[in-house]
C-alpha cells in the first residue's frame, strides 16, 4: 500500500463498508483523501493461503465516479453491453473511474466497480464521493476548446472526438468546441471576442504553433483588459488567471512533453480533468520599442532560424520537414557574427550545467513562487530593484552557429532531454547558449549529444548562460544590398558567411530567430523573461512512475 493509504487512519474515515468487486469481498474505505479497498482474507485454494490485496487511489485523482449501468461513451458496443449484463445481475453497483499511471509519463484512466448490498448503500457512496470531488476547487468545470484541424498530421479533430471528448464527458467537464478555418484565428478570438468569464480554462488541439496562438490571444487579453502596454520592453506583464491546457496533435508537441512527460491526448486530457497547475516563464521579444512575440520554449538565431525558414516551404511534408531542413541547415553550415549582451540570473537559481532537472514539484520554481508572492506582498520596490540590479549585464561579440534561449528544457521525441536539460519552465529564467563557429564534425559532435546522455554543453566551442534578459545585435544591422537583387535569398535564413560554398548564397551575414516555430521579422531584439507569466493544466515531470 502507498504512503497515501496510511493517511486513511489519520483521517476520519467518511463511509465503510463491504463490497463486492468482481466477485471478491472488500473492506473499502473513503476519507478526504483517499479511497482505499482491501480484500477480505481469501479462501485457502488447495491449501496455498493468498496475501489479500489492497489498494489506494488519492481522491484526487478520482476522475468520476458512476452507476455501473450509467451510459459510457467511451466503451465499444460490445463492452456497453456486457456492461448492462453485469448491472442486471449486479444491481447496486458503482463504478469509480481513475488515473492510473503506465509507462513514459503516460496516464490511463482505469475503472473498479464495486457491487453493494443494497440501493441505499450505492447511492450513500456516489453521493459522499461526489462531495469529496465537489471539494476539489481547482478542478475545471466548464472549457474552451480550438483545434486546428490542420496542425501535425492533420488529426487534430479525431483525435479529440475518439479520444478527449469521452474522457471530459465521463469527468462531468463541458466544453464549448471551435475548430479553428484560418491561421490566428484562435489568436483573434480569444483577444477580442470570446466571453472569458464563463470559462474554467482554454484548451487546444494542436502543436506548438496553436499553443503559441492560445498564449498570445491570452496574454494580450489580460494585458488589454488591465490596460498594460505590451510594446513597453520594460513593462511588468499581468499573469493571465486561465489556465491552458494542451492536447498535443501536433509536429514537436515541445510544450507539452516537456511539462507532462510525454505527448499523450489521454493524459493531457487527464492532467486538465483533475485540474493540475503548471506556471510557466513566457520571453517577451521585442525590436526597439516594438512589441514582436512571445517564446515559451525556443528562440534560436542562426541554425534553428535556418531549418525553421527552410522548413515553412516544405509543410506539405508534415512533420518530417524539420528533419529535412535540419540536415540542409547542417550541411549549409552557417555562422553568423553578432552581439549578444545578457543579464544574468542570481546563483541561487542554480547553472544549466548543475544537473538538477526541473521535475514535479521543482525546490528552485517553488522558491521563486514564494519569493515572488513575498515581493508583491510587501510591494516592496526598492527590493525589486535591488534583486534586479544584483548582477550587471555582459557582452560577448563573435560569430555563431547558433544562438539558443531556452526558457524551458525544450525536451520532445527527437530530444528526449532537450536543448537545456536542466532549464527551469518557472524560475524567470532562461538558458542562453552560444555555439561559436566550429568545425562541421564539431558541430555534429555537439548535435548527437542531444540525444543521448553527454553534455552537449562540454565542447570549447559552446557556452551557456542562465539569463533574465538578453539583447542580440548582428554585426550589420542594415542588411546588405547586392547589385543584382535576384541574388538575394528568398528567405533569410540561408545565407552567409557559409563555409560550405555548396547551394548557399552568401549575402547578408542575418540569419532569422525561430521563435518558438515563428519566423521572427527582426535580427535584433531585446528578450525579457516573465516569471509564471502563464499556468498550465499539466504538474512538470513525475520523477518516479508508479506503474
Ligand atoms: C545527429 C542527429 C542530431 C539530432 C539533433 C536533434 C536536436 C533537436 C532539438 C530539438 C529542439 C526543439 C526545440 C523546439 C522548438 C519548438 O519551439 C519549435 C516549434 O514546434 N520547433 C521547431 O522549431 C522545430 C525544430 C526542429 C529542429 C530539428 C533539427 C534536426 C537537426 C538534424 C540535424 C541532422 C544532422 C545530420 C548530419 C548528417
Ligand atoms: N484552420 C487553420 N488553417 C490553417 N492554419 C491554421 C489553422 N488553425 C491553426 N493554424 C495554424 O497552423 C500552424 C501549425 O499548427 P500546429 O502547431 O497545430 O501544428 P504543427 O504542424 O505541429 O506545427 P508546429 O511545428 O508549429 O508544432 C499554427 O501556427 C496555427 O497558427
Ligand atoms: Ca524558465
Not at 510557466?280 to 514582436?292: A, E, K, Q, T
Not at 520532445?412 to 518557472?426: E, I, N
Amino acid at each position: 500500500m502507498t504512503g497515501q493509504a496510511e493517511d486513511t487512519k489519520s483521517q476520519p474515515t467518511l463511509l465503510s463498508s463491504k463490497l463486492l468487486l468482481q466477485h471478491q469481498a472488500v473492506e473499502a474505505a473513503l476519507n478526504r483523501h483517499v479511497f482505499v479497498w482491501k480484500e477480505i482474507e481469501k479462501s485457502q485454494k488447495r491449501g496455498i493461503s493468498k496475501t489479500p490485496r489492497s489498494h489506494a487511489v488519492p481522491v484526487s485523482e478520482i476522475v468520476a465516479i458512476h452507476h455501473a449501468e450509467d451510459e459510457d461513451h467511451t466503451k465499444s458496443k460490445w463492452d456497453q453491453k456486457k456492461k448492462q449484463q453485469f448491472s442486471q445481475l449486479f444491481p447496486n453497483s458503482f463504478t469509480v473511474f481513475y488515473v492510473t499511471r503506465t509507462k513514459h509519463h503516460r496516464w490511463r484512466c482505469s475503472e473498479a466497480t464495486f457491487s453493494c448490498s443494497s440501493p441505499e448503500l450505492c447511492e450513500q457512496w456516489i453521493q459522499v464521493t461526489r462531495e469529496q470531488l465537489s471539494l476539489l476547487t481547482n478542478r475545471p468545470k466548464r472549457l474552451l476548446v480550438y483545434i486546428n484541424p490542420f496542425g501535425g498530421k492533420k488529426r487534430g479533430r479525431r483525435i479529440y472526438e475518439d479520444k478527449v471528448a469521452p474522457v471530459f464527458q465521463r469527468a462531468g467537464v463541458s466544453a464549448d468546441v471551435i475548430v479553428t478555418e484560418r491561421a490566428n484565428h484562435a489568436r483573434d478570438h480569444l483577444t477580442t471576442e470570446a466571453n472569458l468569464d464563463q470559462y474554467d480554462g482554454v484548451v487546444c488541439v494542436g502543436g506548438d504553433g496553436m499553443f503559441s496562438e492560445i498564449l498570445h490571444g491570452l496574454v494580450a487579453r489580460t494585458q488589454n483588459d488591465n490596460k498594460v502596454d505590451q510594446n513597453r520592453p520594460d513593462v511588468e506583464l499581468k499573469p493571465c488567471m486561465l489556465r491552458i491546457g494542451i492536447i498535443p496533435a501536433g509536429s514537436t508537441d515541445c510544450i507539452c512533453f516537456a511539462t507532462v512527460g510525454t505527448n499523450d491526448p489521454v493524459t493531457s486530457a487527464l492532467h486538465i480533468i483533475i485540474g493540475d497547475s503548471q506556471p510557466m516563464d513566457v520571453c517577451s521579444v521585442h525590436h526597439n520599442d516594438v512589441f514582436l512575440r512571445y517564446s515559451v520554449s525556443l528562440l534560436g538565431y542562426g541554425f534553428y532560424g535556418d531549418v525553421l525558414a527552410d522548413s515553412e516551404k516544405k509543410r506539405w511534408l508534415g512533420p518530417a520537414r524539420y528533419d529535412l531542413s535540419g540536415v540542409k541547415a547542417f550541411l549549409c553550415h552557417n555562422h553568423y557574427k553578432g552581439t549578444v549582451s545578457f543579464l544574468p540570473a542570481e546563483d541561487n537559481l542554480g547553472h544549466p550545467r548543475d544537473k538538477l532537472q526541473c521535475r514535479f514539484g521543482c525546490s528552485i520554481c517553488q522558491h521563486k513562487q514564494s519569493s515572488k508572492e513575498k515581493l508583491r506582498e510587501t510591494a516592496d520596490e526598492e527590493t525589486a530593484a535591488e534583486v534586479s540590479s544584483s548582477s550587471s549585464w555582459k557582452v560577448i561579440c563573435g560569430k555563431f552557429i547558433a544562438i539558443n534561449a531556452a526558457n524551458m528544457s525544450c525536451a520532445c521525441p527527437r530530444s528526449p532531454k532537450g536543448l537545456s536539460p536542466s532549464a527551469h519552465l518557472a524560475d524567470g529564467t532562461a538558458d542562453l547558449i552560444l555555439v561559436r563557429k566550429c568545425s562541421r564534425l564539431d558541430f555534429f559532435r555537439h548535435l548527437l549529444r542531444h540525444t543521448n546522455t553527454d553534455d552537449q554543453f562540454d565542447h570549447s566551442f559552446v557556452e551557456v548562460h542562465r539569463v533574465k534578459k538578453f539583447h542580440f545585435e548582428p554585426l550589420d544591422p542594415q542588411p546588405l544590398l547586392l547589385e543584382n537583387q535576384s541574388e538575394l535569398p528568398k528567405k533569410p535564413g540561408f545565407c552567409p558567411m557559409s563555409s560550405a560554398q555548396t547551394t548557399c548564397i552568401p549575402s547578408t551575414a542575418h540569419s532569422s530567430w525561430n521563435c518558438d516555430g515563428e519566423i521572427l521579422n527582426h535580427a535584433a531584439i531585446q528578450v525579457s523573461v516573465h516569471c509564471q507569466l502563464i499556468r498550465l493544466f499539466a504538474r512538470g515531470i513525475e520523477e518516479q512512475q508508479r506503474v
